[in-house]
């Protein structure tokens, strides 16, 4: 192989080992996103139902047996909403983790063809 052809395979996958690179960079970065929306989605409904469980409990006392019952409703509706959240979370993170281990066997394989090519 002449040693411009070698010369022109090593730049060929320096590239593409940068765009890979560059892409686990992107994947991770929308990874930490997502994570950041879902943990504001989290606590944001934390919030509202402590705030719905605070209005609850100012209400008139005729109203006690009434506000208990909605206020287990709520919460029942909370424990499932904040494990849906959780669900959600953990598929992607696996879904995220999935394409990243993808992307560096990619990344990966490039590095050992490129390793095959004489340098000089």
Not at 31 to 45: I, P, S, T, W
Not at 53 to 68: A, M, Y
Request: hydrophobic content about 25%; proline content about 1%; glycine content about 2%.
């Amino acid at each position: 192989m002449s040693k411009k052809t070698c010369n022109q395979e090593l730049t060929t996958y320096n590239q593409l080992l940068i765009q890979k690179e560059n892409e686990m960079d992107q994947l991770e970065e929308d990874q930490k996103k997502v994570e950041k929306a879902l943990y504001q989605l989290d606590e944001d409904l934390r919030s509202g139902f402590q705030r719905l469980k605070e209005l609850n409990e100012g209400n008139d006392k005729e109203l006690q047996n009434e506000i208990f019952r909605m206020q287990q409703k709520n919460d029942d509706q909370e424990r499932r909403f904040r494990q849906t959240i959780q669900d959600t979370q953990k598929e992607f993170t696996q879904v995220f983790q999935k394409e990243i281990r993808r992307v560096d066997d990619e990344r990966e394989e490039l590095h050992k063809k490129r390793g095959e090519i004489p340098w000089d």
